[in-house]
């Protein structure tokens, strides 16, 4: 974090002030009066793993490019210094000359299909020459989630399903939910959680730190999401703010950013008219409605290349892919079903898989599991090199294929047996304390 030490003698008052910026300082932004800037010489920043798949947050040194920025913010209208916390031979040696291009840190599943989309003859996207190279294995991991999204075939060739999500202006998955939303009648209600999930924040924070639900905090309950996970709760929670007339008053008696909303709503208007799809208004419907099924299997149908599947014992779930981990369904989701033994879903579908200490899913939607065999099927042989585009002729004679890695399932000992009866008792405490 950039400290900013801005210490300014106002006219009327006698004391200074100190201002504290993020990373936004590091662009031309200028601010009248600056003088002294700390650098502690190292940023937060969201990085991608292929090898995981997974998004974290990463503390990590800044460049020589940033920190000559950050010492530009000191002085800009009146003479002023900046302190670096680190010395000269850190900043000669070991800070990188200039910061890591996002293509090198982020998914490129948008940007492959993008480039597959441009009808450029022969194009094997595994040896383009890229301005800043990405690692392989970021090109390799978009590609497998394009294929399962039937954005490309197997051999590289972008499909017509992928010409459409290549136009939408959305993360591959989302675009892939909106046209099978499309196909089973319910684009309306697609298009909401397409544009509420395009949000980055939508709750605000907890105005005291409570031991309760997290979504449970001191503001009027939100919609329960009928049990079915995150992306029916925020389409419910969009349907009431439409039935309230988008008022602001609304957002702030439930704890949703009003920004937020009105960021989602302009979103939609948006994604309606790319489509070229008339809104007649929204619906109501009940949980087991024809539509509620279609537009979850539309959701199953764009996230499968985010399936989850839970274990046997208890309520960890492993991710199915290339890659495999045991995860736990983020904190901050609103409550799932369980059945009698306490477990969730069996099947789930999530936005977006993170490491915050620990791997967490987040925005979790519950799918059966008939709804994902074309995914497992497709996941069962994948071949990296024929989706990167590269012709017959140019492939190795005998080429390893990728599995998929099946969880092993080992028994259990009578101590975790015990422990596994006492977490589900647990469970279902807090969730029938949470139900009065």
């Given at each position: 974090?950039?400290?900013?030490?801005?210490?300014?003698?106002?006219?009327?008052?006698?004391?200074?002030?100190?201002?504290?910026?993020?990373?936004?300082?590091?662009?031309?932004?200028?601010?009248?009066?600056?003088?002294?800037?700390?650098?502690?010489?190292?940023?937060?920043?969201?990085?991608?793993?292929?090898?995981?798949?997974?998004?974290?947050?990463?503390?990590?040194?800044?460049?020589?490019?940033?920190?000559?920025?950050?010492?530009?913010?000191?002085?800009?209208?009146?003479?002023?210094?900046?302190?670096?916390?680190?010395?000269?031979?850190?900043?000669?040696?070991?800070?990188?000359?200039?910061?890591?291009?996002?293509?090198?840190?982020?998914?490129?599943?948008?940007?492959?299909?993008?480039?597959?989309?441009?009808?450029?003859?022969?194009?094997?996207?595994?040896?383009?020459?890229?301005?800043?190279?990405?690692?392989?294995?970021?090109?390799?991991?978009?590609?497998q989630k394009l294929f399962i999204i039937d954005?490309?075939?197997?051999?590289?060739?972008?499909?017509?399903?992928?010409?459409?999500?290549?136009?939408?202006?959305?993360?591959?998955?989302?675009?892939?939910?909106?046209?099978?939303?499309?196909?089973?009648?319910?684009?309306?209600?697609?298009?909401?959680?397409?544009?509420?999930?395009?949000?980055?924040?939508?709750?605000l924070p907890s105005p005291k730190k409570s031991a309760s639900h997290k979504r449970d905090?001191?503001?009027?309950?939100?919609?329960?999401?009928?049990?079915?996970?995150?992306?029916?709760?925020?389409?419910?929670?969009?349907?009431?703010?439409?039935?309230?007339?988008?008022?602001?008053?609304?957002?702030?008696?439930?704890?949703?950013?009003?920004?937020?909303?009105?960021?989602?709503?302009?979103?939609?208007?948006?994604?309606?008219?790319?489509?070229?799809?008339?809104?007649?208004?929204?619906?109501?419907?009940?949980?087991?409605?024809?539509?509620?099924?279609?537009?979850?299997?539309?959701?199953?149908?764009?996230?499968?290349?985010?399936?989850?599947?839970?274990?046997?014992?208890?309520?960890?779930?492993?991710?199915?892919?290339?890659?495999?981990?045991?995860?736990?369904?983020?904190?901050?989701?609103?409550?799932?079903?369980?059945?009698?033994?306490?477990?969730?879903?069996?099947?789930?579908?999530?936005?977006?898989?993170?490491?915050?200490?620990?791997?967490?899913?987040?925005?979790?939607?519950?799918?059966?599991?008939?709804?994902?065999?074309?995914?497992?099927?497709?996941?069962?042989?994948?071949?990296?090199?024929?989706?990167?585009?590269?012709?017959?002729?140019?492939?190795?004679?005998?080429?390893?294929?990728?599995?998929?890695?099946?969880?092993?399932?080992?028994?259990?000992?009578?101590?975790?047996?015990?422990?596994?009866?006492?977490?589900?008792?647990?469970?279902?405490?807090?969730?029938?304390?949470?139900?009065?």
């Amino acid at each position: 974090m950039l400290l900013y030490c801005h210490f300014m003698h106002l006219l009327s008052l006698s004391y200074r002030r100190i201002i504290v910026a993020t990373n936004i300082a590091e662009t031309s932004l200028t601010v009248d009066g600056v003088v002294f800037v700390i650098d502690p010489g190292v940023v937060k920043q969201h990085q991608y793993s292929p090898m995981t798949g997974m998004y974290s947050l990463v503390v990590v040194k800044i460049s020589r490019v940033q920190a000559t920025q950050r010492a530009g913010r000191a002085g800009r209208t009146r003479p002023g210094k900046c302190y670096r916390l680190y010395t000269e031979a850190v900043f000669e040696n070991e800070l990188p000359p200039v910061t890591m291009p996002e293509i090198q840190r982020s998914s490129l599943a948008g940007a492959v299909l993008h480039l597959k989309s441009l009808d450029l003859k022969d194009i094997n996207v595994l040896e383009f020459e890229y301005l800043d190279p990405p690692s392989r294995s970021s090109l390799e991991d978009a590609l497998q989630k394009l294929f399962i999204i039937d954005a490309i075939q197997e051999d590289g060739s972008i499909t017509h399903l992928g010409r459409r999500m290549a136009v939408l202006p959305l993360e591959p998955s989302l675009s892939r939910m909106l046209l099978a939303a499309e196909e089973a009648g319910c684009l309306s209600e697609a298009l909401t959680i397409a544009a509420m999930l395009s949000c980055e924040s939508l709750f605000l924070p907890s105005p005291k730190k409570s031991a309760s639900h997290k979504r449970d905090l001191e503001f009027k309950s939100l919609p329960d999401g009928m049990g079915l996970g995150d992306h029916i709760q925020l389409l419910q929670i969009y349907e009431k703010w439409h039935e309230d007339g988008y008022n602001a008053e609304w957002c702030k008696e439930h704890g949703v950013k009003i920004r937020s909303m009105m960021f989602a709503r302009e979103v939609r208007r948006q994604l309606s008219q790319i489509m070229k799809w008339e809104d007649k208004g929204l619906s109501r419907y009940r949980r087991k409605d024809p539509k509620m099924l279609a537009l979850r299997k539309a959701i199953c149908t764009g996230f499968s290349n985010h399936l989850a599947h839970r274990m046997q014992q208890h309520n960890g779930f492993r991710t199915l892919g290339a890659k495999t981990h045991l995860v736990q369904i983020h904190p901050s989701a609103c409550s799932m079903e369980v059945d009698d033994d306490g477990l969730l879903p069996e099947w789930v579908v999530y936005n977006e898989l993170v490491n915050v200490g620990r791997p967490f899913i987040r925005n979790v939607c519950a799918v059966k599991g008939s709804w994902c065999q074309p995914a497992l099927m497709k996941l069962s042989k994948l071949s990296v090199t024929k989706l990167g585009g590269a012709q017959s002729s140019t492939l190795p004679s005998v080429e390893k294929e990728q599995k998929v890695e099946k969880p092993a399932i080992e028994p259990l000992s009578a101590t975790q047996k015990d422990l596994v009866a006492a977490a589900r008792e647990r469970f279902l405490a807090r969730k029938q304390a949470r139900t009065k």
